[in-house]
């Protein structure tokens, strides 16, 4: 059935603008082959060919994965984790990874201010009486996206974590950059931007955008 839609897909893409329903079937089929760990797969289906897509903004196609604060910890929840192999660690899957990591080097100042009730608090308020990360790390690139990560000590907040991915897919819709936002993929290798060529265009901050978050099924959690 996958192949099916794949192949159908394919086609689709070939033969003239697509709809938005042909789009959100593509992206969502991009979130099972990131599940899945089939990240060729998944760029292929985020690629943008420059074609007309019939409705949708940017905003359409930034997705966020359900699994982006890892497999226990709920997007938009109220749970805690210590996970010191994920806490942290976000992967931008695109097929656009300098573009990404320019979005998140322009995101990562803000980032440092989330706290664990997923509030940004002020250069004024300092960070003492609240959880926040004590650093944050250069975006790095593959050849399948880029990541940022944050140190948190191990620990992730449910409401830190939801407020960090939506910061990060807000500056992803702000540049349209098509891609999902997930949590730590440890089968990719990534290295410094500094080791790689960018030229990162004029960006443009964007506040208060919608998101759309994929609910993961119930099957998935474990």
Same mark, same amino acid.
């Given at each position: 059935? =996958?192949?099916? %839609?794949?192949?159908? /897909?394919?086609?689709? %893409?070939? %033969?003239?603008? =697509?709809?938005? =329903?042909?789009?959100?079937?593509?992206?969502?089929?991009? *979130?099972?082959?990131?599940?899945?760990?089939?990240?060729?797969?998944?760029?292929? /289906?985020?690629?943008?060919?420059?074609?007309?897509?019939?409705?949708?903004?940017?905003?359409? /196609?930034?997705?966020?994965?359900?699994? $982006? =604060?890892?497999? *226990?910890?709920?997007?938009?929840?109220?749970?805690h984790e210590d996970a010191p192999d994920r806490a942290g660690v976000f992967t931008v899957i695109t097929p656009y990874p300098d573009r990404a990591a320019a979005t998140l080097s322009r995101v990562a100042p803000e980032l440092r201010y989330v706290d664990e009730r997923g509030e940004i608090l002020s250069d004024e308020e300092g960070t003492g009486e609240y959880m926040t990360p004590s650093f944050v790390f250069d975006p790095e690139i593959s050849r399948y996206g880029s990541r940022?990560?944050? $140190?948190?000590?191990? $620990?992730?907040? $449910?409401?830190?974590?939801?407020?960090m991915v939506e910061m990060i897919a807000g500056g992803l819709i702000a540049d349209a950059i098509p891609a999902i936002v997930t949590g730590r993929c440890p089968d990719l290798t990534f290295i410094g931007r500094s080791n790689r060529h960018s030229a990162a265009g004029q960006l443009y901050a964007l506040r208060g955008c919608g998101l759309r978050i994929m609910r993961r099924p119930a099957h998935e959690i474990r």
């Open positions: 059935m =996958l192949h099916e %839609s794949r192949d159908w /897909l394919d086609r689709a %893409s070939h %033969s003239g603008p =697509l709809d938005r =329903l042909a789009v959100e079937a593509s992206l969502e089929l991009a *979130r099972f082959h990131v599940s899945a760990r089939e990240y060729e797969q998944a760029l292929s /289906l985020l690629h943008d060919r420059e074609r007309p897509i019939y409705g949708l903004s940017a905003q359409d /196609l930034v997705l966020i994965h359900p699994e $982006a =604060l890892g497999p *226990r910890l709920e997007l938009g929840g109220d749970g940022i990560a944050v $140190a948190t000590g191990g $620990a992730m907040w $449910a409401k830190m974590g939801t407020k």
